[in-house]
């Protein structure tokens, strides 16, 4: 089967600037998951969606960051406007249900300057 | 606060010696509990995962994790490391009612010839 697919690679934005991130999941998989990896430390979970509809996005700096699952296949993931300290690798993830292993895509990495 | 606690940050070790990483998590209920890796340049695979019966847990490339309910601990072992073992290693955990995996720190291990 395919795999999460994510774009872009690498994006390199200066400082207030908006960028967006794109995450396509595995076909059948209801659950999806954008994570925030700084270097040296593991993923954080930013957002987690079933199909269309946000479970936890407790953790999403709601003030900056955005993300949307309108037909509850892919997903976007924005930042407007951007700051230094966001700059990371953003994973998105799917999984069959909720409780079972993810699978990862490449991530973006994202450089603020 | 739930949390994962990753004991070791970084591990050096010869080819051939036996590898055991840390895992602690502090979660009161039910647990579902996960290791992955993240070879340099890629993206995060699934080592193995725990949800109930055996304690003890086989994966892949010859990895190994035992869950001890007791000690709240669920730590990785392989009895001879190889030089494409190097690798950043990820303990996950979530609670059994579907919420998101809680990702350790990650401990980064360095395999010398």
């Known amino acids: 089967e395919a795999g999460v697919a994510q774009s872009p690679r690498y994006k390199i934005i200066e400082k207030r600037q908006s960028v967006a991130f794109w995450c396509n999941p595995i076909s059948g998989h209801a659950t999806l998951y954008w994570y925030q990896q700084i270097l040296g430390q593991g993923p954080k979970l930013l957002i987690q969606f079933q199909n269309n509809g946000v479970v936890d996005d407790s953790q999403l700096p709601k003030d900056r960051f955005s993300a949307e699952r309108l037909k509850g296949v892919d997903s976007t993931l924005k930042i407007q406007p951007a700051k230094l300290e966001d700059s990371a690798v953003y994973l998105c993830?799917?999984?069959?249900?909720?409780?079972?292993?993810?699978?990862f895509g490449s991530g973006t990495r994202l450089t603020v300057v | 606060a739930q949390s994962v606690s990753q004991h070791n940050h970084h591990v050096i070790l010869s080819e051939a010696a036996s590898l055991e990483l840390g895992c602690n998590y502090s979660?009161?209920?039910?647990?579902?509990l996960f290791w992955y890796v993240q070879y340099p340049g890629q993206h995060l695979q699934l080592l193995l995962k725990y949800f109930s019966g055996d304690p003890l847990v086989k994966g892949i490339k010859g990895f190994e994790a035992e869950f001890i309910k007791s000690k709240f601990s669920f730590n990785l072992r392989k009895p001879s490391v190889q030089w494409s073992d190097t690798a950043e290693y990820f303990c996950?955990?979530?609670?059994?009612?579907?919420?998101?995996?809680?990702f350790g720190k990650g401990t980064s291990l360095l395999v010398t010839p």
């Open positions: 993830a799917s999984s069959k249900q909720s409780n079972y292993g993810y699978t």
């Open positions: 996950a955990v979530n609670e059994d009612s579907g919420y998101a995996l809680n």
């Open positions: 979660y009161g209920g039910t647990v579902n």
